[in-house]
Nanobody
Framework: QVQLVDSGGGLVQPGGSLRLSCLAS????????MGWYRQAPGKQRELVAV???????NYGDSVKGRFTFSRAGVKNTVYLHMNLLRPEDTAVYYC???????????????WGQGTQVTVSS
């Protein structure tokens, strides 16, 4: 069984910072992509930052220059460093991964449970 556990959300004032964490656990033999999406009330889920198998990180236009994706030495752990937060960054942030599991021959998509980020004064 695979789990993505994301954490680190909270309430922060505009201009503040937060760091989100995500740990993927289970019998994982390959990672094709891993990163973050977010969904604000009444809006579609959107890309925040995703690291793909070619080593490139794709960022959503609205977070470029403010958010930074990183991966720990333990490769199943990733982070999202969020700086200069704005009220419009308020959303539930979901960890995402394309994983190859032991005994499987294809990658599947997995999601964390989500962590709430609220930016407000």
């Amino acid at each position: 069984q695979v789990q993505l556990v994301d954490s680190g959300g909270g309430l922060v004032q505009p201009g503040g910072s937060l760091r989100l964490s995500c740990l993927a656990s289970g019998e994982i033999t390959g990672i094709n992509a891993m990163g973050w999406y977010r969904q604000a009330p009444g809006k579609q889920r959107e890309l925040v930052a995703v690291l793909t198998s070619d080593g490139k990180t794709n960022y959503g236009d609205s977070v470029k220059g403010r958010f930074t994706f990183s991966r720990a030495g333990v490769k199943n752990t990733v982070y999202l460093h969020m700086n200069l937060l704005r009220p419009e960054d308020t959303a539930v942030y979901y960890c995402y991964a394309e994983l190859l599991l032991s005994g499987s021959s294809y990658y599947s998509n997995y999601w964390g449970q989500g962590t709430q980020v609220t930016v407000s004064s």
